[in-house]
């Protein structure tokens, strides 16, 4: 995802307090940075999620910890 979409949906976060979002994040992300999730993550962290993975890059959590990826995924859907 390009800085510029991430930051388009942040915007869109902000508008829609009480909406759900889940954010898998790798610190290694060479493309988004880590402190633009945490951003997203301090508008209103009572509906925003977030989980950092250390040895992550961009969009290599699911890979990296297959197990604790479906884990995490599912009891957040599954939460109230």
Partial sequence: MELRTFLRLFRQ???QPGSQSLLVHG???HF???EEARR??????SWVA????PEAGHVTAA???PD????????WFEAD
């Fill in 13 to 15: 976060l902000k508008r």
């Fill in 27 to 29: 610190r290694q992300d």
């Fill in 32 to 34: 988004i940075p880590i």
């Fill in 40 to 45: 997203v993550r301090e508008v209103n962290p």
């Fill in 50 to 53: 977030l989980w950092e993975v």
């Fill in 63 to 65: 890979t990296l910890r």
């Fill in 68 to 75: 604790e990826y479906q884990r995490r995924v599912l009891a």
